[in-house]
């Protein structure tokens, strides 16, 4: 695949003089040759310009030297004194100890590689300055392989003058060289001034730092800057840029929205009969936010453009059938609907669902996934590409190479919140059947508030199923502390016996899947023993597909009392005999993901309990959190209350994040800026539309601009 290059950009780049620095490529700097350029090119940094907007992730105090007495574990500090022992140990390897004291204290730095030079060099009654974290070792504190230089001989640099700034680094691009460079591009912005492309109005009522000033200070913060501020994001001048950012992001989808509606789309004008029947046919009647959904689809489809709607509803909401009737409309009009789910198990619990549904209506109703293969899968590609199936239901499979439908009007994505603007452009581009691009429509139950919502998918349109269907009975939530464990192995008990059946699901071990998958390994076992008579299986992310759709297919058919899970079983399964959701290490969860588990119970008419347990002690934070868990089973509550509880520094569940790449702003953090950044995006696209392009190419930059795929 050809990559952008810097020198492909450049030669556009260079013509004509450009006092801004805006587009002067980076090898107009000093030491800047082809290879560096192109590693600069991998950090998305091609000119000048680009060196400004890559920013810090964090900063180290190298402004004064600490007293070693004065130290803590997990502080990185400069401290500065003279090797009172220096020794080679053996443990499996030899390893260099040196003890450095200052008069307040002492620490050990531990050296586990090293050269016979510095061994030579680093010898008792020398003077070291040393920069490093500090730890708690076997011996009292010290740092692992600290930077250091001699502090007795005139060559000692004194201490920074500034914060030391910690850029995202790449494979060949060191933190000193960044910072030489970074160094040179503020000098040039100071003598040419970076080009502000806010509009003076709305500057004058940002209350936030001039673009110059915030540049300066997130790359070479001063000694006395607000240490805790800056790291948590917070400072004005991170804020000022964050808004920028934010408002460039959504610039872009606004346009790309403006865009998208020009295209040609099927316009599904038909009386309606096929989802007049399905309605009379169902035991049930919408409710009165599935009937407005409902309204709000059918609008859209009218159109002789694309819809892009996406529509949030809590788990159990209802979406499949408002899902169902859409597809209809496409039935009706002679036209094919998509559904696509994200796994099999999904897929094909959709597929029982349409083919109860719509069948009976005539209309019949397909599957395709990466299990159909040979001859029923051509058998398949054939009657979808002749049009003979009007609804096919899928995976991913769906919109492979290979597969072609006769009149696709309408695509229903399901459960994606992962889903981003990339994957949906891409989908509406494989759905195009001559020349008309499908309605999307996009269902998620993770519930946004507005303002976010607004952001992350500032390219749709958002519908809202905010109530459940009459008749279900919330899910009562406790919490208990890990140590009454045999109490809640005493609860999967009695559920059991009565007939039900148990989630239980294993923490969450960011760092390594493969330490998860044992840990629910272990789990597992240790409660097959503490329940015996009880069919006790497992599934974990590490497992193949096939074995996991086996379990989860066996739970669901009842031959499983008791499913211990990894998070894998997090989106839409539907077991309503299932009426226990035991979760561990419950603090450790977002409460977005604690309220995707707990909506997998409470799905039948039997009562419902999720336990969530944790470990001692708890957070101030996750003390909160769990209590709004116990408080509230809405998921836009939920959502609310999450958006008001997460600080800083507490684990974020980055699916709500994720969806845009950012390189400053915080989607939850900064959620207080998102208001004014939507009026400012109005106010762009309606007068000062010039400046949109430059702020997009400063901040979202060649690599990652969105646009047609
Ligand atoms: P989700 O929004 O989580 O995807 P589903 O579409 O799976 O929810 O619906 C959950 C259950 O509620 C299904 O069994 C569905 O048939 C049922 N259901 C949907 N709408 C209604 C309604 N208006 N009244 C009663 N039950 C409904
Ligand atoms: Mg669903």
Redesign the pocket.
Known sequence: MQRPTPSSRQQGASVGPDPSGESRPVTALKGVGFSLAQKLGRLGVETVQDLLFLLPLRYEDRTRVVPIGSLRPGDRAVVEGEVQLAEVVFRKKRVLLLRLADGTGFLTLRFFHFSGAQQEQLQRGVRLKCFGEVRRGPMGLEIVHPEYRRADRGDAQAVEDVLTPVYPSTEGVQQGRLRVLTAQALKEAATQSVRDWLPPELLADLGLPPLAAALEYVHRPPPDAPQDLLAAGRHPAQRRLAFEELLAHQLSLRQLRRELRRDPAWPLTVPGQLEERLLASLP????AA?QRVRAELRADMQQAHPMLRLVQ?D???????VAALAALRAVEAGCQAALMAPTELLAEQHWQNFQRWLEPLGAEVGFLSGKLTGKARQLALGRIQRGELPVVVGTHALFQEGVRFARLALVVVDEQHRFGVHQRLALREKGVCEGRFPHQLIMT?TPIPRTLAMTAYADLDVSVIDEL??GRTPVTTVVLPDSRRAEVVERIHSAVREGRQAYWVCPLIEESDVLEAQAAEDTAAVLAEALPGIQVALVHGRMPAAGKERTMARFKAGAIGLLVATTVIEV?V?VPNASLMVIENAERMGLAQLHQLRGRVG?GEHASSCVLMYRAPLSETARERLKVMRETTDGFEVARRDLELRGPGELLGTRQTGLMQLKVADLMRDADLLPRVHRAAEMMLERHTDNIAPLKRRWIGAGTRYGKV
């Open positions: 049930f009647s919408l409710t599935q509803g788990v159990g909401s209802g979406k499949t059938v139950a269907p009459p839409g539907d799905r």
